[in-house]
């Protein structure tokens, strides 16, 4: 069973209205109580009014019963009846010195008090959260009678001390309404006041509470806890009327008046220094008789501002994907996320244009990100103010400078497009171009999208002149075409499309087969284009143009298909498209050598035509290229010494692996090669020409090894 005296207050609001003390022993009932609506049933135990720390309750119909520690279930010390048909709380005043409602040790609030179902007992305990209802303590109702068991027990103490009533006008007003207003002077507090002195008793003061009210962050310090307030707020109770003295330390740092409601607050003169302190009261009364010290409030003032935060990138997020945009840069983006590092735990102010416009918080890393209200068009310079956990701040980042910019820029429209010739090829008209040039004016930077029949074909940027020009790197198809171009601004916004401009380009027909076949494009293709070959050379030895770049102007292309039927080849550069045709062999394999090409990129497609006249689909485009411009002859050396006598710059190893080549040209510059003598062994060009890709040597040597002298890269042989 419990030991110490245990007392109950009935509490109505703020009034309390009636008290009873619990029992000590197994002897004796439980005292009861009757439950008023939303009452509060404050449970107090010795002197200081610190409530028991355990309690065990059971509902039994509309009654709660109240047992402590190491009573019986069937027993209570306390019965508060109809508690379930009014409604309330069990609370109680904790060692911080702050009143908490019981609640079930399970964590589980259908466990709570108010919560049981009949017959149904649980644990309970003070909670964490302070239970703000009972915040700023409390009066007597008129006319309040306390039980005699109170001071006999101590409960009167307990109570006064728990609700923050002056213990003295409490005991008096029991003598008051016990002994006709005989209060008297004499008597001690069972140890805690001054008694015999003719003056008013004295306790420990109970401090609520340190409060942080100047700067940016405000609000309680905890014990332990951190500030940036050189003079915080001390606030408690006491004995009214009499005086609390506050100490830092070992040093009296001021004094204040218990005020009639048992209540009193502290604000140092003088500024606290940055560092720890520590916090003690004691109360006087007017015979200059003191109490012991409060327990120390422990606190740290803390005036080190921390490192100054950055502005590290700005996110225009309405594009898609997000794009960043670079300090003093522009974007449309009239709300653009901004982001930065900062000292963990801390808060960043962020400032535009010298106003606060709103914080963020850094998570662990120190990341923080904020999302910029509404902007308007302009210029807006950013700063971040980095503020601790209890207040200071940092100096501002250096600026981040953005601007907004929403209005869509001047189409002015394509001003001209000419021919490769230089002339002009005006709306409406034709043209044997496939990639005319397209230009006209803008804004510098912003960047022109060419619009082909509703399609883009690439794009260009206006220069610091204020032109663009743009020619299509793929060929046009022949027919007509609707060209537009967009306009887009350095901020991302886009113009309407430009006025269209027409244009009919047509390709001069085939000098071979005048009347072209139409492939059809649902007929699955039949056969296909290989290679291609050159045999330009003295020995007319075919070649594979490996890499399609060829000095041959009459080149051979080979292709596989269907024996007998007709393949028909469409090649197209510059200055339009030629056609031909030719018949595949018995063994599945065509070959067609052109006729003179002129120096130009070249595409070319074929189809293939069967026994019924059945047309198939094109290949996909074989491009390649004729180059029969020589590039500058250097002078290849190997170790010092000089080859140009030799009239070759490329050289097979003797293992044939490697050759030597030109290292100041692109292109690997080869040479025709009659004979050599290397090593005192000569070689000389093999007649028989047995070889697929090469020119075969024959040495003098007892060693009758063949060397192939390959030619790579573009494969291209000058003189």
């Given at each position: 069973m419990n030991v110490s005296p245990v007392s109950v207050a009935v509490i109505d609001k703020k009034t309390i209205t009636k008290a009873e003390v619990l029992r000590t022993g197994k002897d004796g009932?439980?005292?009861?109580?009757?439950?008023?609506?939303?009452?509060?049933?404050?449970?107090?135990?010795?002197?200081?009014?610190?409530?028991?720390?355990?309690?065990?309750?059971?509902?039994?119909?509309?009654?709660?019963?109240?047992?402590?520690?190491?009573?019986?279930?069937?027993?209570?010390?306390?019965?508060?009846?109809?508690?379930?048909?009014?409604?309330?709380?069990?609370?109680?005043?904790a060692e911080d010195g702050e009143m908490h409602e019981y609640v079930a040790t399970d964590g589980d609030s259908d466990h709570d008090a108010a919560a049981l179902a009949d017959g149904e007992t649980s644990s309970l305990a003070l909670g964490e959260g302070a239970y703000v209802d009972t915040a700023g303590g409390f009066d007597l109702a008129s006319g309040f009678e306390w039980s005699p068991a109170l001071i006999a027990l101590g409960g009167l103490a307990a109570i006064a001390a728990a609700a923050g009533l002056g213990y003295v006008a409490a005991k008096e007003q029991y003598q008051d309404s016990n002994n006709g207003g005989n209060s008297g002077n004499g008597g001690g507090d069972n140890g805690q006041g001054?008694?015999?002195?003719?003056?008013?008793?004295?306790?420990?003061?109970?401090?609520?509470?340190?409060?942080?009210?100047?700067?940016?962050?405000?609000?309680?310090?905890?014990?332990?806890?951190?500030?940036?307030?050189?003079?915080?707020?001390?606030?408690?109770?006491?004995?009214?009327?009499?005086?609390?003295?506050?100490?830092?330390?070992?040093?009296?740092?001021?004094e204040t008046t218990v005020g009639a409601d048992g209540?009193?607050?502290?604000?140092?003169?003088?500024?606290?220094?940055?560092?720890?302190?520590?916090?003690?009261?004691?109360?006087?009364?007017?015979?200059?008789?003191?109490?012991?010290?409060?327990?120390?409030?422990?606190?740290?003032?803390?005036?080190?501002?921390?490192?100054?935060?950055?502005?590290?990138?700005?996110?225009?997020?309405?594009?898609?994907?997000?794009?960043?945009?670079?300090?003093?840069?522009?974007?449309?983006?009239?709300?653009?996320?901004?982001?930065?590092?900062?000292?963990?735990?801390?808060?960043?102010?962020?400032?535009?244009?010298?106003?606060?416009?709103?914080?963020?918080?850094?998570?662990?890393?120190?990341?923080?990100?904020?999302?910029?209200?509404?902007?308007?068009?302009?210029?807006?310079?950013?700063?971040?103010?980095?503020?601790?956990?209890?207040?200071?701040?940092?100096?501002?980042?250096?600026?981040?400078?953005?601007?907004?910019?929403?209005?869509?820029?001047?189409?002015?429209?394509?001003?001209?497009?000419?021919?490769?010739?230089?002339?002009?090829?005006?709306?409406?008209?034709?043209?044997?171009?496939?990639?005319?040039?397209?230009?006209?004016?803008?804004?510098?930077?912003?960047?022109?999208?060419?619009?082909?029949?509703?399609?883009?074909?690439?794009?260009?940027?206006?220069?610091?002149?204020?032109?663009?020009?743009?020619?299509?790197?793929?060929?046009?198809?022949?027919?007509?075409?609707?060209?537009?171009?967009i306009v887009k601004d350095p901020a991302g916004n886009e113009s309407e499309l430009s006025d269209k401009v027409i244009i009919d380009i047509k390709d001069p027909e085939g000098p071979v087969n005048p009347g072209e076949v139409i492939p059809d494009p649902n007929v699955p293709v039949t056969g296909s284009i290989e290679a291609l070959f050159k045999d330009n050379n003295p020995g007319g030895t075919k070649f594979l143009v490996g890499n399609h770049i060829s000095n041959d102007t009459t080149p051979i292309i080979e292709g596989k298909g269907v024996a007998g039927d007709t393949v028909y080849l469409w090649v197209t550069g510059s200055k339009g498209h030629t056609y031909y045709s030719t018949t595949i062999g018995a063994d599945g394999k065509w070959s067609f050598t052109f006729p003179e090409l002129a120096e130009d990129k070249y595409k070319l497609e074929a189809a293939f035509k069967d026994a019924d006249g059945v047309v198939t689909a094109k290949t996909p485009v074989f491009d390649f290229e004729i180059d029969i411009t020589p590039p500058p002859r250097p002078i290849p050396k190997i170790d010092g010494v000089d080859f140009d006598e030799l009239g070759l710059s490329d050289l097979l190893s003797d293992q044939g692996h490697s050759l030597f080549s030109d290292q100041q040209e692109e292109s690997v510059l080869l040479h025709d090669l009659k004979a050599m003598l290397l090593n005192d062994i000569s070689f000389s060009a093999d007649a028989s020409g047995n070889s697929d890709s090469g020119v075969l040597a024959a040495n003098s040597s007892a060693n009758n090894s063949a060397h192939q002298m390959n030619e790579l890269l573009d494969q291209i042989s000058h003189d």
């Amino acid at each position: 069973m419990n030991v110490s005296p245990v007392s109950v207050a009935v509490i109505d609001k703020k009034t309390i209205t009636k008290a009873e003390v619990l029992r000590t022993g197994k002897d004796g009932k439980a005292a009861k109580v009757q439950a008023i609506t939303n009452g509060k049933y404050l449970l107090t135990q010795n002197n200081d009014g610190v409530a028991p720390e355990n309690i065990t309750v059971k509902r039994v119909g509309k009654n709660l019963l109240v047992m402590l520690e190491g009573s019986d279930a069937n027993d209570p010390d306390l019965i508060i009846e109809d508690f379930f048909a009014k409604s309330g709380a069990l609370v109680g005043k904790a060692e911080d010195g702050e009143m908490h409602e019981y609640v079930a040790t399970d964590g589980d609030s259908d466990h709570d008090a108010a919560a049981l179902a009949d017959g149904e007992t649980s644990s309970l305990a003070l909670g964490e959260g302070a239970y703000v209802d009972t915040a700023g303590g409390f009066d007597l109702a008129s006319g309040f009678e306390w039980s005699p068991a109170l001071i006999a027990l101590g409960g009167l103490a307990a109570i006064a001390a728990a609700a923050g009533l002056g213990y003295v006008a409490a005991k008096e007003q029991y003598q008051d309404s016990n002994n006709g207003g005989n209060s008297g002077n004499g008597g001690g507090d069972n140890g805690q006041g001054g008694g015999g002195s003719g003056g008013r008793d004295v306790h420990v003061p109970v401090v609520k509470g340190l409060f942080d009210d100047v700067g940016s962050i405000t609000g309680p310090i905890a014990k332990g806890g951190r500030t940036d307030d050189v003079t915080p707020t001390l606030n408690g109770t006491g004995s009214k009327g009499n005086v609390i003295e506050i100490w830092d330390g070992e040093k009296k740092i001021g004094e204040t008046t218990v005020g009639a409601d048992g209540t009193w607050s502290f604000t140092p003169g003088t500024a606290l220094g940055a560092g720890e302190h520590s916090i003690t009261t004691r109360e006087r009364n007017e015979k200059g008789v003191v109490s012991e010290k409060s327990e120390a409030w422990k606190f740290i003032v803390d005036l080190t501002a921390p490192n100054h935060g950055t502005i590290d990138k700005m996110l225009d997020d309405s594009a898609n994907p997000a794009k960043e945009i670079s300090n003093g840069g522009v974007t449309n983006d009239k709300t653009p996320v901004l982001s930065g590092k900062a000292e963990k735990g801390s808060t960043v102010e962020i400032w535009k244009d010298g106003k606060l416009v709103g914080t963020a918080k850094t998570d662990s890393e120190g990341n923080w990100k904020f999302i910029s209200p509404e902007l308007s068009e302009g210029k807006h310079d950013f700063s971040a103010v980095v503020v601790d956990e209890v207040g200071n701040k940092g100096r501002p980042s250096d600026p981040y400078i953005v601007e907004i910019d929403t209005t869509a820029p001047e189409n002015k429209g394509i001003g001209k497009i000419s021919d490769d010739d230089g002339k002009p090829i005006e709306n409406g008209n034709e043209t044997e171009d496939r990639t005319p040039t397209f230009g006209g004016e803008g804004e510098k930077g912003e960047i022109i999208t060419i619009i082909d029949n509703g399609k883009p074909i690439g794009s260009t940027i206006v220069g610091d002149d204020g032109s663009w020009t743009f020619t299509p790197e793929k060929p046009i198809d022949n027919g007509e075409h609707e060209f537009q171009i967009i306009v887009k601004d350095p901020a991302g916004n886009e113009s309407e499309l430009s006025d269209k401009v027409i244009i009919d380009i047509k390709d001069p027909e085939g000098p071979v087969n005048p009347g072209e076949v139409i492939p059809d494009p649902n007929v699955p293709v039949t056969g296909s284009i290989e290679a291609l070959f050159k045999d330009n050379n003295p020995g007319g030895t075919k070649f594979l143009v490996g890499n399609h770049i060829s000095n041959d102007t009459t080149p051979i292309i080979e292709g596989k298909g269907v024996a007998g039927d007709t393949v028909y080849l469409w090649v197209t550069g510059s200055k339009g498209h030629t056609y031909y045709s030719t018949t595949i062999g018995a063994d599945g394999k065509w070959s067609f050598t052109f006729p003179e090409l002129a120096e130009d990129k070249y595409k070319l497609e074929a189809a293939f035509k069967d026994a019924d006249g059945v047309v198939t689909a094109k290949t996909p485009v074989f491009d390649f290229e004729i180059d029969i411009t020589p590039p500058p002859r250097p002078i290849p050396k190997i170790d010092g010494v000089d080859f140009d006598e030799l009239g070759l710059s490329d050289l097979l190893s003797d293992q044939g692996h490697s050759l030597f080549s030109d290292q100041q040209e692109e292109s690997v510059l080869l040479h025709d090669l009659k004979a050599m003598l290397l090593n005192d062994i000569s070689f000389s060009a093999d007649a028989s020409g047995n070889s697929d890709s090469g020119v075969l040597a024959a040495n003098s040597s007892a060693n009758n090894s063949a060397h192939q002298m390959n030619e790579l890269l573009d494969q291209i042989s000058h003189d």
